[in-house]
Every structure is written in structure tokens, then in C-alpha cells.
């Protein structure tokens, strides 16, 4: 079964700093886009960023660009999501997903997304003063 674990989640301050990472379990996520996701409360769950099985193709949603970093260690079978210059809007639980049409360029749209039915727990992130 294919499965993803989220963490580095917490509570910071406006202008704060986060790591993300997403753990494929039992899988090999190496050639798979990965995408995060954010759910925000009370609003449905939206694409942020996307990183290809290469690490080569990016994409950014507009509310990420200029401040987060998705990276990909493909080695440690893991995903990463830097987050600078946070923003109360930035709190949500973030969630990974693979593309499970392997060897694709990042779909920029997301709508692999939708089609991934085996989300994890997610980490949340919360920013506020």
C-alpha cells in the first residue's frame, strides 16, 4: 500500500521557519512526482507545490512562491517543504501525495490530488502571534 508520513508540523510566530518532510513507507517514492497539500480549517484541501521524480520539474503554487522550497532526497526516500517568511494564511495541516503515473513532470493543476486515496495524518502548521 502505498503511503506517505508527514511531519515536522508546529506552531510559529509570523515570518517563522518550517521543515517539512514526507517519508514514503513501504514504497519507493523515486519515480514519482510528489505534491503537498494544505488544508486549511474549514476550506478543502489545495495544491502548494510539487517536486518531479527527478527533482528537476518544480511548480509553486502563487501563495508559496518567493517562500517555500520543495526538495527531494530520493536516497532517504523523502520529500521536504521549506518554509520561510510564514503567514497566519500558511495555517493548515500539510499533506503529501504521489502522482501515481510515474516519470511525469509535476502536474501544476494538481489533479492527481484528488485521485490519491490513501492520505496520511498530515502535519499541522499554525502561525499566529
Known amino acids: 500500500q502505498v503511503q506517505l508520513v508527514e511531519s515536522g508540523g508546529g506552531s510559529v510566530q509570523p515570518g517563522g521557519s518550517l521543515r517539512l518532510s514526507c517519508v514514503a513507507s513501504?514504497?519507493?517514492?523515486?519515480?514519482?512526482?510528489i505534491g503537498w497539500f494544505r488544508q486549511a480549517p474549514g476550506k478543502g484541501r489545495e495544491g502548494v507545490s510539487c517536486?518531479?521524480?527527478?527533482?528537476?520539474?518544480?511548480h509553486y503554487a502563487d501563495s508559496a512562491k518567493g517562500r517555500f522550497t520543495i526538495s527531494r532526497d530520493n536516497g532517504k526516500n523523502t520529500v521536504y517543504l521549506q518554509m520561510n517568511s510564514l503567514k497566519p494564511e500558511d495555517t493548515g495541516v500539510y499533506f503529501c501525495?504521489?502522482?501515481?503515473?510515474?516519470?511525469?513532470?509535476?502536474?501544476?493543476?494538481?489533479?492527481?490530488?484528488?485521485?490519491?486515496?490513501?492520505w496520511g495524518q498530515g502535519t499541522r502548521v499554525t502561525v499566529s502571534s
Open positions: 501525495a504521489p502522482d501515481l503515473v510515474p516519470l511525469k513532470n509535476c502536474d501544476g493543476a494538481y489533479t492527481f490530488g484528488p485521485r490519491y486515496d490513501s
Open positions: 513501504g514504497w519507493n517514492l523515486t519515480y514519482y512526482s
Open positions: 517536486v518531479s521524480s527527478n527533482g528537476v520539474d518544480i
